[in-house]
């Protein structure tokens, strides 16, 4: 079975600065995506950023990237220039090609402190 | 355009009552969710279905019953709560063959069960 490990529960940076979130997998598939999830205090969930298996480059979306390492099973979010509004939990989720179920992570509680 | 609507966000119910969350989607999806968050658990998917008329199991479907009548409502249905589904539960939709598609998640019911 799938799995997501979120391995850091909480994570602190200064505003402006540059924070890293980790998240690693277990699948012996080779086809899938995987995500990142903002949940602020609203209970909103909303999909940061997205990643294909096959695709090689890292995405990025304005200030988050990722770092996508498929032999390692591994993919961080990285967030540049942290805002206030950056505050909030944040799930890495995989879902295998071709299948109904999302699977996430436990979460990672970031602040931000101006 | 509303989205993923959820109802009620609030809830409190004695131990054994019944209840029914409605999730409404007007983006046309095909795939809706229900997922229950609880703290250090992350999203754990309940029931989720393909289509209308269909319904699938997902990870943690005891206590739970479904119903995709039409294809933009989705029923989240307790028969006799028990403490244990206090939680948070979550909707989310996406669209078919749309695999690299995130998933669009409503607001959230928060359900306490005395």
């Known amino acids: 079975a799938q799995t997501v490990t979120q391995s850091q529960p909480e994570m602190s940076v200064q505003e402006a600065e540059t924070v890293t979130l980790s998240c690693t997998y277990d699948?012996?598939?080779?086809?899938?995506?995987l995500f990142w999830y903002k949940q602020p205090p609203s209970r909103q969930m909303i999909l940061v950023i997205r990643q294909e298996a096959y695709k090689q480059q890292n995405a990025t979306e304005n200030r988050f990237s990722v770092n996508f390492q498929k032999a390692a099973k591994s993919f961080s979010l990285k967030i540049s220039d942290s805002q206030l509004g950056d505050a909030a939990m944040y799930f890495c989720a995989y879902r295998r090609y071709n299948t109904d179920k999302l699977i996430f992570g436990t979460g990672t509680r970031l602040q931000v402190f101006p | 355009n509303a989205g993923v609507t959820q109802t009620p966000k609030f809830r409190v119910l004695k131990t054994g009552q019944s209840m029914t969350l409605l999730c409404a989607q007007d983006m046309n999806h095909e795939y809706m969710y229900w997922y229950r968050q609880d703290p250090g658990m992350g999203l754990r998917l309940i029931h989720y279905s393909v289509g209308e008329g269909t319904t699938a199991k997902g990870e943690v479907p005891d206590g739970y019953n479904v119903s995709r009548l039409k294809k933009q409502n989705f029923l989240l249905g307790l028969e006799s709560a028990a403490p244990s589904q206090t939680s948070v539960y979550f909707c989310?939709?996406?669209?078919?063959?749309?695999?690299?598609?995130?998933?669009?998640f409503g607001s959230g019911t928060r359900l306490t069960v005395v």
């Open positions: 989310a939709t996406r669209p078919q063959d749309r695999g690299y598609y995130g998933y669009t």
């Open positions: 699948t012996s598939e080779s086809d899938y995506y």
